[in-house]
């Protein structure tokens, strides 16, 4: 499966929402997340994963979007596998 399918299907859980609400370019406030639902998303696809982000990695102040989450996590993908994001 996509991993991009698997964060909106994470994301979609964890707000209890259907994964046909959640899409890439939807923002954080009409999901009705906040930074503290943003981060315990993160630690979700940091075990799913086995991935470990950075704290400055995703700035809450300034993503705003799922595809924000998208982005962080396939840079960090990339380099744990060794790969130039």
């Known amino acids: 499966m996509d991993i991009n399918r698997e964060i909106i299907e994470i ?15 939807k923002t954080f406030e009409e999901l009705g997340i906040d930074s503290l639902d943003a981060i315990d998303i993160i630690y979700e696809i940091e075990e799913k994963y086995n991935l470990e982000v950075p ?10 979007r799922v595809a924000d989450i998208m982005a962080v996590i396939e840079k960090v993908r990339a380099a744990s596998q060794g790969e130039t994001a």
Do not use: C, F, M, R
């Not at 994301?11 to 370019?25: C, F, H, Q, R, T």
């Open 11 to 25: 994301i979609a859980n964890y707000k209890g929402l259907s994964v046909d609400d959640v899409a890439p370019e």
């Open 55 to 64: 704290q400055d990695a995703l700035d809450l102040n300034t993503a705003q």
